[in-house]
């Protein structure tokens, strides 16, 4: 199965996203692949980030939610997680 991957840029809201066509890269920056949803299609997403970048875009208190049972009436929390 190829899944979809989008990155982040600018510093939206928490959730907010935007996909965008590429991706700055530098030596000194860790990247991490984070699992959520779009908040816009609430379909599943992987969003490449840089780490440092993560608190801008998701709650602390949502990592790690519930993905089995997340739905569009509970979409305030936004479940997210980092793959290892």
Request: glycine share 8%; net charge positive.
């Given at each position: 199965?190829?899944?979809?991957?989008?990155?982040?840029?600018?510093?939206?809201?928490?959730?907010?996203f935007h996909?965008?066509?590429?991706?700055?890269?530098?030596?000194?920056?860790?990247?991490?692949?984070?699992?959520?949803?779009?908040?816009?299609?609430?379909?599943?997403?992987?969003?490449?980030?840089?780490?440092?970048?993560?608190?801008?875009?998701?709650?602390?208190?949502?990592?790690?939610?519930?993905?089995?049972?997340?739905?569009?009436?509970?979409?305030?929390i936004l479940?997210?997680?980092?793959?290892?």
């Amino acid at each position: 199965m190829v899944e979809k991957f989008s990155s982040l840029h600018g510093r939206p809201p928490h959730g907010h996203f935007h996909q965008i066509l590429g991706l700055t890269v530098g030596a000194n920056i860790d990247y991490v692949l984070v699992k959520t949803f779009n908040p816009y299609t609430h379909l599943p997403v992987n969003v490449i980030l840089a780490k440092a970048l993560i608190g801008k875009y998701f709650k602390e208190e949502d990592e790690n939610g519930d993905f089995e049972n997340y739905s569009i009436q509970k979409s305030k929390i936004l479940p997210w997680k980092i793959f290892n």
